[in-house]
């Protein structure tokens, strides 16, 4: 399937919960409301004709600094799928609060997700819900803070830790 | 000056001679550096020909602590702990620019050079130092190591 | 008479313990050992550690810790303009430096909807291709040096020396190269690029036949190896693991093949494919790559368009820029700007015949050639506005995913910019990240002494895993 059948089954299964649908330099984009993110996500697994087996890469982006954003959600949760079997990609947005920012976890639909959102729980301090052991990946356990989010300056030292033990 | 002192200061040289042509590195090698402290080992460059070819993974037996790479904050511990460990005599070099003061990684995660945390005795600059580099900076340890005075 | 082979008689009944049974002096006499492995490996991997609980040598339960060497590449790819990235991203990969090179100014191309000379992709493929040989001789060499097979490792590590030579010819350096730029690369190749990269691959062909005789067949590596570490071929699908170890499991996907990017449809190579996705056959799969990215190196020189850089200069070279600035002040600008120029060792490259055949004719992301620079306004100009900052290279406002066949897997960048001359978000989607995750799935169960294979076969780059 090309790019704009893709979106056109997101948005003829889900309707109203896809804010958003478009393309830009040849990716072809879904931002998908709060609330419903891992349906979408399930849907996008499970349907036979999308099929997206493979969970390339799940991040975050921070709209804090945004110029024309600052009024938008401060979060998005970025997840890029892969289908092995009908090579084709989508790129799927899920908005986050910055006061509670909870999404579910898709740890039950690809196994990579529990480490890709553990590094997202660290770099940006996205809460993923139903994530069995959701603690800092790349950072030390004793480390305050979220270092990629905009607020963080690059250079804020902290404390050296010792030893454990 | 008195005989006691001529025998000694030519142990002192025949131990220094010995010492510096028999080093155990401990490589400790975190990022891009340790390719190029692979080459240096390798047949191209070899540093096997100064006696320092056999690098021995435990702190234990080793004499030269070889700071190979980035060690940032989580990695620090370690690097200390491993260094405590180490018996005297010990030395340690810092090989690349990221273990000399932080090279351009200037941030929330890397230390700014390990001579914050540990006493280095040679700094190989280079990011990575060419293999040259870094048999130059194997030759000023020599030396160093040579020039140790032995105590009684 | 008594036999003289008569054992004696038992008068003391024997009892036997066996390790965890027994009623003395308590009933569970052994717990299983915590044992921990790793951060800094003797393997030279980088630093990682596998958090093992042990029941004599059988692998209970594992766990993955890294981020022992983050170094906070995405916060600094924000600091900095467009083309700041470029030392940080060689850093990622360190083995294959150039390919992350060129994947991130693919994406930042991407944004800015720019294609590259064909010449250019020609370079960035062969250069690519250098690169993967390099990645999969370090691993082979190393994981074989793990197993016991120093040989192989000091031969591995010889025949990349070879090809560091070549690279060091075109870019400069051997390992940290920042050889691309966004909108092209750097400097064209060297005359003697092509004559430098047919000794390499003679050396490298003969390295790979010996070590293919000494491990290959060899009973021990093959023990060692075979059945090890296997992962199925949904677990690997799941667990988003591309690349190499993909292959091994039977799924012929290549970025290169899938979604082709440069000029990787004109040229014609196979994609290796294993069986069992165990450690010998993605051992067996890099062997293979190694020769596919030979024939495609190849083909790219015999196809490489504007030939070979035999630039021959029909006029004066100038002595250097002050003469050519000082010329141009004074006015005498007739076919300045075509008279070549001499310049510094590290900005060769730069002059306006080589600039042109491999930089895309975009004036918002490239440097004029030197001679545009010293010796017109309107190429100060450009030069200026591309260097200040504030100015600069600023794609418009959007994002765009680039994946590109990276040594381990697929390799995306995806760059996300807000129209300022620095880039918004900058994500490296590392494709170590996702077998080094599905470690502890690949080694509970198994031996202590069939985590080094497995993880040498993973072949995690720590600069890439933590970026």
């Known amino acids: 399937m090309d790019g704009p059948a893709i979106l056109a089954r997101l948005q003829e299964r889900f309707g109203a919960t896809i804010l958003e649908a478009h393309e830009h330099r040849g990716d072809h984009t879904a931002v998908v409301g709060p609330a ?34 600052e009024d938008g959600l401060r979060f998005e949760v970025v997840y890029h799928l892969y289908s092995v079997a009908e ?79 | 000056m008195s005989v006691g002192q001529f025998f000694t200061s030519k142990v002192d040289d025949a131990i220094g001679w010995a010492r510096k042509f028999s080093i155990f590195t401990y490589p400790f090698v975190t990022a891009c550096c340790g390719m190029e402290y692979m080459a240096t080992a390798c047949s191209h ?62 941030n929330y995660a890397v230390v700014q050079g390990i001579d914050t ?26 030396d160093k190591i040579a020039a140790e005075k032995q105590r009684a | 008479m008594a036999d003289p082979e008569a054992q004696p008689p038992r008068t003391r009944r024997t009892q036997e313990f066996f390790l965890g049974e027994g009623t003395f002096p308590q009933p569970e006499a052994t717990e299983n050992m915590q044992v921990n492995i790793g951060p800094s490996h003797p393997a030279m991997h980088g630093v990682i550690r596998i958090f093992t609980e042990l029941d ?23 600091a900095g303009p467009y083309n700041n990235a470029m030392p940080y991203t060689d850093r990622l990969n360190y083995v294959s430096p150039l390919i992350n090179n060129f994947g991130y100014c693919s994406a930042v191309e991407k944004l800015l909807d720019i294609t590259p000379t064909d010449r250019c992709q020609y370079i960035r493929v062969i250069m690519s291709e250098i690169s993967r040989i390099t990645d999969h001789l370090t691993c082979i060499g190393a994981s074989a040096m793990e197993l016991g097979a120093f040989t192989v490792f000091l031969y591995m590590i010889k025949a990349r020396e070879f090809l560091w030579e070549v690279i060091e010819q075109v870019t400069g350096a051997r390992l940290t190269i920042s050889y691309g730029r966004v909108g092209g690369v750097k400097a064209d190749l060297t005359p003697d690029f092509e004559a430098g990269v ?123 820029p002050p003469e050519y600035v000082d010329r141009g002040k004074l006015g005498k600008t007739d076919g300045l700007l075509l008279t070549p120029l001499r310049l510094s060792p590290n900005l060769r490259g ?52 680039f994946p590109v066949e990276g040594a381990n897997g697929e390799l995306g960048f995806y760059v996300v910019s807000d129209g300022t001359d620095r880039p918004y978000r900058v994500r490296c989607r590392p494709p170590c990240l996702p077998p080094t995750a599905a470690m502890p799935r690949m080694i509970e169960g198994s031996m202590v002494a069939d985590i080094v294979p497995t993880f040498g076969s993973v072949n995690m780059i720590a600069g890439e895993l933590e970026r």
């Open chain 3, 198 to 320: 047919r000794k390499a691959f003679v050396e490298t062909r003969t390295v790979l036949g010996e070590v293919d005789k000494l491990l290959t067949e060899n009973r021990i590596f093959v023990d060692r190896m075979k059945g090890v570490g296997a992962l199925s071929r949904e677990d690997t699908i799941s667990y988003a693991i591309t690349g190499p170890m993909l292959r091994a499991c039977g799924v012929p996907f290549d970025v290169r093949r899938a979604t082709p990017y440069w000029v990787y449809d004109r040229l014609d190579f196979e994609i290796p494919v294993g069986e069992a996705g165990d450690n010998y056959d993605r051992y067996l799969v890099r062997m293979a790559e190694m020769e596919q990215s030979m024939r495609i190196v190849e083909q790219a020189l015999r196809d490489l368009p504007g030939g070979p850089t035999n630039v021959d200069f029909e006029g004066r070279p100038m002595s250097a």
């Open chain 1, 87 to 165: 090579n084709h990609r989508v790129r799927i947005k899920v908005p986050v609060d910055e006061d509670t920012p909870v999404v579910a976890s898709a740890v039950g639909l690809w196994a990579i997700a529990n480490w890709f959102e553990r590094e997202v729980w660290d770099m940006f301090g996205i809460r993923f819900e139903g994530h069995p052991d959701l603690r800092r990946l790349l950072m030390y356990e004793e480390f305050v803070g979220h270092p990629l989010r905009k607020d963080y300056v690059i250079n804020r030292r902290q404390p050296l830790i010792g030893p454990k033990n």
């Open chain 1, 36 to 69: 419903a993110g891992l349906e979408v996500l399930r849907f996008c697994r499970d349907d036979p004709a999308l099929r997206f087996d493979m969970l390339m890469d799940l991040t975050a982006v921070d709209w804090l600094k945004y110029p024309g954003r």
């Open chain 2, 45 to 106: 460059y070899d540093i096997d020909r100064f006696g320092a070819g056999l690098p021995r993974f435990s702190p234990r037996q080793a004499d030269v602590l070889f700071v190979v790479g980035t060690v940032n904050h989580k990695m620090a511990p370690v690097l200390k702990r491993i260094y405590d460990q180490m018996t005297e005599p010990k030395w340690v070099v810092a090989f690349g620019q990221c273990t000399c003061t932080g090279a351009f990684y200037d």
């Open chain 3, 56 to 78: 004599g040598e059988q692998v209970v339960r594992a766990d993955v810790e890294i981020g022992y060497l983050h170094r906070g590449f995405e916060k600094h790819c924000e």
């Open chain 2, 117 to 142: 945390i540990v006493p280095v005795d040679i700094y190989i600059p280079g990011c990575p130092p060419r293999p040259e580099t870094v048999l130059d900076g194997l030759m000023k340890l020599q």
């Open chain 3, 350 to 401: 730069q002059e306006r015949p080589f600039h042109d055949a491999v930089n895309a004719p975009d004036r918002r992301a490239v440097l004029p050639p030197k001679e545009h620079t010293y010796g017109s306004i309107e190429g100060l100009m450009n030069h200026f506005m591309l260097v200040m900052d504030g100015f600069g290279i600023r794609p418009p406002k959007g994002e765009a995913y």
